[in-house]
């Protein structure tokens, strides 16, 4: 099982900082990698898949990049509505495996 | 608008099984892959199981393999999953997911239901 390592475990910053979410992968996912968010008492989203596209709706200041087994999600000016947990996911190989998430705190 | 609704959860005796629904509109559910992912505040998020478009079409995570079943019924947009062997690892937020793209392997999961939740204790 490929498993995703996400650092840090909390990251504390304030509106209109710019956020660093790091995922790891024990094996290349080559750029099978997507990230979701997931709000209090919600349902994670889909943020983006395949590394860097980002899914419908989505707005323009969330961004991810890496290949591999080293992978980034950066979130350009926080809103408010950003605060979060953050998970990654690879599709490379079964099972299909996230990572423990990134917790997102208003400094 | 896509819409998953899950069902069936609640407590379960170890040893015991449950059957989880989830009902779906708002798409051609023939045409998608669909999975079950459950959370737990230890474990977080845990992918278990995934169907393609075909009844042997399936996939497990390693834990639940021969005593999850997933399936499907393309007349009533309906996906289940039988858990059979309750333990108390199974305890969790169980989400029914509708994969991203059609016509392809369980992959990245664009639309989830609100949970439901199954407890498992004696």
């Known amino acids: 099982e490929i498993v995703l390592t996400q650092s840090p475990a909390t990251l504390s910053l304030s509106p209109g900082e710019r956020a660093t979410l790091s995922c790891r992968a024990s094996?290349?996912?080559?750029?099978?990698l997507a990230w979701y968010q997931q709000r209090p008492g919600q349902a994670p989203r889909l943020l983006i898949y395949d590394v860097s596209t980002r899914a419908p709706g989505i707005p323009a200041r969330f961004s991810g990049s890496g290949s591999g087994t080293d992978f980034t999600l950066t979130i350009s000016t926080l809103e408010a509505e950003d605060f979060a947990i953050y998970f990654c996911q690879q599709r490379s190989r079964w099972p299909r495996s996230f990572g423990q998430g990134t917790r997102l705190d208003i400094k | 608008e896509v819409r998953l609704l899950e069902s069936g959860g609640g407590l379960g005796q170890p040893g015991g099984s449950l059957r989880l629904s989830c009902t779906t509109s708002?798409?051609?559910?023939?045409?998608?892959?669909m999975n079950w992912v459950r959370q737990t505040p230890g474990k977080g998020l845990e992918w278990v199981a995934g169907l393609g478009l075909s009844p042997d079409d399936t996939y497990y995570t390693d834990s639940v393999k021969g005593r999850f079943t997933i399936s499907r019924d393309n007349s009533k947009n309906t996906l289940y999953l039988q858990i059979d062997s309750l333990t108390a690892e199974d305890s969790a937020l169980y989400y029914c997911?509708?994969?991203?793209?059609?016509?392809?392997?369980?992959?990245?999961?664009?639309?989830w239901g609100q949970g439901i939740l199954v407890s498992v204790s004696s």
């Open positions: 708002g798409f051609t559910f023939s045409n998608y892959a």
């Open positions: 094996q290349s996912v080559f750029n099978y």
């Open positions: 997911a509708k994969d991203r793209e059609p016509y392809s392997p369980p992959n990245y999961f664009d639309s």
